[in-house]
C-alpha cells in the first residue's frame, strides 16, 4: 500500500469495536470507528458517532482552545470522545451511569451535546450531524443513562437517584445560573433545570 493509497472500508480490521448493531447513524463506518478502536473494549458496540471538526469543546463553560477535532461514539457502555490537538491527542470516557443529564444545544456555528456528571459539565461540538441526528444521539444516551441505572422512566430528562455524597440543590443552581450565563446551556434549558432543582428543596 503506497503512502496516498486509500483503504477501503471492507479492509479496513477493527480489533475491538462491533459494529453489527442498530439503531445506528450514517456516520459510524470502520474508517471513522478505526480512530476510537485502540480505546473499546473487545466486542463494544458503536451506535452514534459524530465528528466536530473545529474543536468545539466545553469543559464546565471553559472553552478547551487546544482542541482542533473531536470525534464522539456513543456505545453500548459510554460516550467516549478523542480530541484532536495541535501537537498529540487525548481521549475521555463517560459511563451511562455516571452522566446525570443529557441536553443539546444548537447555536449559529455550533451544535453540542451537554452532558452533565457530578463533577464536570462537557458540551461537546457534534457540528456535522444534522439537528435530527443530535437528537438521535441524545436520546439514545438517555435511554442508556436509565438501563444503567434502572430506571424506566420515560422522561427525556434524566436525574440520577441521591446519594450522601451528592450536592446540595441550591449549590447545583448555583452552577447551573454559571453554565447558563457561559453559554453552555439555554435559558429555556435553565428553567427546566432550575425547576427540577427547586422541586428539591
Known amino acids: 500500500m503506497g503512502l496516498f493509497d486509500i483503504q477501503d472500508d471492507e479492509d479496513i480490521i477493527l480489533e475491538n469495536a462491533d459494529l453489527d448493531c442498530e439503531p445506528q447513524n450514517e456516520y459510524v463506518s470502520k474508517t471513522?470507528?478505526?480512530k476510537?478502536?485502540?480505546?473499546?473494549?473487545?466486542?463494544?458496540?458503536?451506535y452514534f458517532l459524530a465528528r466536530d471538526r473545529g474543536g468545539q469543546l466545553k469543559i464546565d463553560g471553559d472553552i478547551q482552545s487546544e482542541a482542533t477535532g473531536i470525534l464522539t461514539a456513543a456505545t453500548e457502555q459510554r460516550v467516549i470522545f478523542k480530541t484532536g490537538k495541535i501537537v498529540g491527542s487525548s481521549q475521555t470516557s463517560i459511563d451511562y451511569k455516571n452522566i446525570s443529564s443529557v441536553e443539546v444545544s444548537f447555536g449559529m456555528l455550533a451544535k453540542r451535546i451537554n452532558l452533565e456528571t457530578d463533577s464536570q459539565v462537557f458540551g461537546i461540538g457534534v457540528g456535522q450531524l444534522g439537528k435530527d441526528e443530535v437528537?438521535?444521539?441524545?436520546?439514545?444516551?438517555?435511554?442508556k443513562m436509565?438501563?444503567?441505572?434502572g430506571s424506566d422512566d420515560s422522561t427525556t430528562e434524566q436525574t440520577v437517584g441521591s446519594s450522601e455524597n451528592e450536592e446540595d440543590p441550591l449549590d447545583k443552581l448555583e452552577r447551573l445560573g454559571e453554565l447558563r450565563d457561559d453559554g453552555v446551556i439555554t435559558e429555556?434549558?435553565?428553567?427546566?433545570?432550575?425547576?427540577?432543582?427547586l422541586d428539591q428543596i
Not at 476510537?36 to 458503536?46: A, H, N, R, T
Not at 437528537?135 to 435511554?143: K, T, V, W
Not at 436509565?146 to 441505572?149: A, Q, V
Not at 429555556?188 to 432543582?197: G, N, P, R, T, V
Open 36 to 46: 476510537l478502536d485502540e480505546y473499546l473494549d473487545p466486542g463494544e458496540k458503536v
Open 32 to 34: 471513522e470507528v478505526k
Open 146 to 149: 436509565r438501563e444503567s441505572n
Open 188 to 197: 429555556e434549558e435553565f428553567q427546566e433545570k432550575k425547576q427540577s432543582l
Open 135 to 143: 437528537q438521535d444521539m441524545a436520546q439514545f444516551i438517555r435511554e
